[in-house]
């Protein structure tokens, strides 16, 4: 059983900095595509940054695209958000995904694509 944990979340004001980790263990994680997503109060799950299994690809939804950067490291079997910039908008809860196999990357948006997920880890940012 593959089990996905979030760290990092916190309480920052805006304008500010956070770096979320997402650590996998029970499975490969080098044979995973990993992807952030996020939940503000009151509105649904939606997509915001997702990596290739070698990180060579990366794809970000475009209200962060500039402030957040995902990245991987394969041998720490752990994905990593950062997030600088930040606004009150981007207070939600974020999940770390992943995907067994690779697919395209217009695919990597998609919430049904993700074979394992994390509980989470709330991030709120003050104004």
């Known amino acids: 059983h593959v089990h996905v944990v979030e760290s990092g979340g916190r309480l920052v004001q805006a304008g500010g900095s956070l770096r979320l980790s997402c650590a996998t263990s029970?499975?490969?994680?080098?044979?995973?595509?990993m992807g952030w997503f996020r939940q503000a109060p009151g509105k649904e799950r939606e997509f915001v940054a997702a990596i290739n299994r070698i990180g060579s690809i990366t794809l970000y939804q475009d209200p962060v695209k500039g402030r957040f950067t995902i990245s991987r490291d394969n041998a720490k079997n752990t994905l990593y958000l950062e997030m600088n910039s930040l606004k009150p908008k981007d207070t939600a809860m974020y999940y770390c995904?992943?995907?067994?196999?690779?697919?395209?990357?217009?695919?990597?948006?998609?919430?049904?694509?993700?074979?394992?997920w994390g509980q989470g880890t709330q991030v709120t940012v003050s104004s």
């Open positions: 995904a992943a995907r067994r196999r690779e697919l395209s990357t217009s695919s990597y948006t998609k919430q049904e694509e993700y074979d394992y």
């Open positions: 029970g499975g490969t994680f080098i044979s995973y595509v």
